[in-house]
């Protein structure tokens, strides 16, 4: 099952920040947190992940909390194509081992609103 | 930016016919996966292939399923006398394997089954 909690759905208003919430209380010190969106029935896209640190990349901002037990992804513009779903998934990234696998939850539906 | 493909997009099979999916991976990965979405529900793990083997496999990939990598390119799943219930989206992940990396996903397989 899936090791993380998110809304099931939010909505925002283009060009405003979205900020999606994950609540992942019981990651593993050697867990990542993972954020991919899935757009319609496309194939799930990568956005960013991170363990400890905040992350930043060309697509969004990775907030984790100081004890790690939750994170935010931030999206700060929203626009109307990143209407998807978005998955918060914890992962051991390990070399080697069955461990790198992903194990989806329900994801949050971010409806952006024009 | 590398990409993985997936053939067909889309395929119409009888019951009982046997069918196969086909992927090609990014060239340098390492880890390669094959994940399914029945219509309106999860994204759901299948199975992992590392080194010419199956690492892990889910409750669901049972003895009417296979893969292999016959050429050292392309990555299969055959299924061998497809059910109505295995309608879905089939979606192929590769992973470059080294700690901190992330599994990148192609556009998926629908298939149908009549």
């Known amino acids: 099952d899936a090791k993380t909690t998110q809304p099931p759905s939010m909505d925002c208003a283009e060009g405003r920040a979205a900020n999606l919430p994950c609540n992942h209380s019981t990651i593993s010190g050697n867990e990542y947190v993972y954020w991919y969106r899935q757009i319609h029935s496309q194939g799930p896209q990568y956005i960013i992940h991170g363990l400890k640190n905040n992350e930043t990349n060309e697509m969004a901002s990775l907030i984790i909390t100081e004890d790690r037990k939750s994170s935010t992804l931030i999206l700060p513009h929203a626009t109307l194509r990143d209407t998807a779903v978005y998955y918060c998934?914890?992962?051991?990234?390990?070399?080697?081992?069955?461990?790198?696998?992903?194990?989806f939850g329900t994801g949050t539906l971010l409806a952006v609103q024009p | 930016e590398p990409e993985v493909t997936q053939t067909p997009s889309h395929q119409v099979t009888q019951m009982g016919q046997e069918v196969i999916l086909r992927c090609v991976p990014i060239?340098?990965?390492?880890?390669f996966y094959w994940y399914r979405q029945i219509l309106g529900q999860k994204v759901e793990f299948l199975v992992s292939?590392?080194?010419?083997?199956?690492?892990?496999k889910s409750e669901i990939f049972d003895d009417q399923f296979s893969v292999e990598r016959p050429d050292g390119s392309n990555f299969t799943l055959k299924i061998r006398s497809t059910k109505l219930e295995d309608s879905a989206m089939y979606f192929c992940?590769?992973?470059?394997?080294?700690?901190?990396?992330?599994?990148?996903f192609g556009q998926g397989t629908r298939l149908t089954v009549v």
């Open positions: 998934i914890v992962r051991v990234a390990n070399y080697g081992g069955a461990t790198n696998k992903l194990i």
């Open positions: 292939f590392y080194n010419n083997e199956i690492s892990e």
């Open positions: 992940a590769s992973l470059l394997g080294q700690t901190n990396t992330e599994a990148f």
């Open positions: 060239s340098n990965h390492l880890y």
